[in-house]
C-alpha cells in the first residue's frame, strides 16, 4: 500500500509538473493574473486561464471577426496591465487601435506589424513569441498547419510569453497544437430604454477545445472595462420581442 501511495504522489507531481510548463497551472506560491473570466475559467486545469501558450480563435464572417477581435482585446488588457507590451501581426489587418482605450489598452504598448505574405507573418510570429520582454503576441492569419503551431507553442513555453492566434476564413479547423481553440460571435446589445448609443460589446464566446479542461458555452458582455455574464434568454431575447411588438 505504501509503495502504491509513494507511485499516485510520483504520478501527480509529474501531471503538475507537465501543466506548469504547459502554462496550465499555478506555481505554488505564486501569485497567478486574475482575467475575471468568472465562470468560463472553471473550464481551465486548475481554473486558471492558460498563459505561456497559444489560443487559438476561428472566426467566419466579418462580424465574427470583429468580436473575436474584441474579445481577445478583453483578454489583452487584462494581461497587460499598466506596463505590459504587445506585438500584432497580420496579413490583413482588422483591428481599430484607436478603439483599444475601451478594452483598458493604450494603443501606444502595442506594436503593430503589417506583412504581405502567410509564410512571412507566421515567421514574424514566432520570433515575437520567443522574446521575453513582451507580455502577448496576437498574429491574424488564415492557415495554420500542426506543424506550424507547435513551433509556436514551443516557443511560448520557453519565452511565457501568451500567444493569440486568430484564424480568419480559415480553409478548415484543423487540428493543431495550440492549447485552446475559440469561437466568438457577436450578441445583440441592450441599452437602458430610452439611451442613446449602440450599446457595450456582448459576445457568445464558445470554447470549443481546451487541452485537460472542459469545453462550454457562454454568453458575455464588456462593461466597465471588465467581463460580465449575462443570462442571454433571460435579458437579450425578451427585450429584442419587445421592440419588434412595439
Known amino acids: 500500500m505504501e509503495q502504491l501511495a509513494d507511485k499516485n504522489r510520483i504520478i501527480q507531481k509529474l501531471q503538475q509538473d507537465i501543466l506548469l510548463l504547459q502554462g496550465l497551472a499555478k506555481c505554488p506560491g505564486s501569485q497567478h493574473q486574475d482575467m475575471g473570466l468568472g465562470p468560463i475559467q472553471n473550464a481551465f486545469p486548475g481554473q486558471v486561464f492558460p498563459t505561456a501558450a497559444v489560443h487559438e480563435f476561428i472566426s467566419d464572417n466579418g462580424p465574427d471577426c470583429a468580436a473575436t477581435n474584441g474579445f481577445i482585446s478583453g483578454l489583452l488588457g487584462k494581461l497587460m496591465g499598466s506596463n505590459g507590451t504587445c506585438v500584432?501581426?497580420?496579413?490583413?489587418?482588422?483591428?481599430?487601435?484607436?478603439?483599444?482605450?475601451?478594452?483598458?489598452?493604450?494603443?501606444?504598448?502595442?506594436?503593430?506589424?503589417?506583412?504581405?505574405?502567410?509564410?512571412?507573418?507566421?515567421?514574424?510570429?514566432?520570433?515575437?513569441?520567443?522574446?521575453?520582454?513582451?507580455?502577448?503576441?496576437?498574429?491574424?492569419?488564415?492557415?495554420?498547419?500542426?506543424?506550424?503551431?507547435?513551433?509556436?507553442?514551443?516557443?511560448?513555453?520557453?519565452?511565457?510569453?501568451?500567444?493569440?492566434?486568430?484564424?480568419?476564413?480559415?480553409?478548415?479547423?484543423?487540428?493543431?497544437?495550440?492549447?485552446?481553440?475559440?469561437?466568438?460571435?457577436?450578441?445583440?446589445?441592450?441599452?437602458?430604454?430610452?439611451?442613446?448609443?449602440?450599446?457595450?460589446?456582448?459576445?457568445?464566446v464558445e470554447l470549443l477545445k481546451v487541452r485537460n479542461g472542459q469545453p462550454g458555452k457562454w454568453q458575455i458582455e464588456w462593461f466597465e472595462y471588465s467581463f460580465r455574464h449575462q443570462h442571454v434568454k433571460e435579458q437579450v431575447l425578451p427585450e429584442i420581442q419587445k421592440r419588434q411588438a412595439g
Open 88 to 204: 500584432w501581426i497580420s496579413t490583413n489587418r482588422s483591428i481599430f487601435p484607436s478603439g483599444l482605450p475601451a478594452f483598458d489598452i493604450r494603443p501606444e504598448r502595442i506594436i503593430f506589424i503589417d506583412l504581405n505574405r502567410q509564410k512571412d507573418a507566421l515567421w514574424a510570429i514566432e520570433e515575437a513569441l520567443k522574446c521575453k520582454a513582451l507580455t502577448a503576441v496576437v498574429g491574424e492569419i488564415k492557415e495554420l498547419s500542426f506543424t506550424e503551431s507547435r513551433r509556436l507553442q514551443l516557443a511560448v513555453e520557453k519565452s511565457k510569453v501568451t500567444g493569440f492566434i486568430h484564424r480568419h476564413q480559415a480553409t478548415a479547423a484543423n487540428t493543431v497544437a495550440c492549447t485552446s481553440r475559440w469561437k466568438i460571435s457577436p450578441l445583440p446589445s441592450i441599452l437602458p430604454e430610452g439611451m442613446p448609443g449602440v450599446g457595450i460589446p456582448s459576445w457568445n
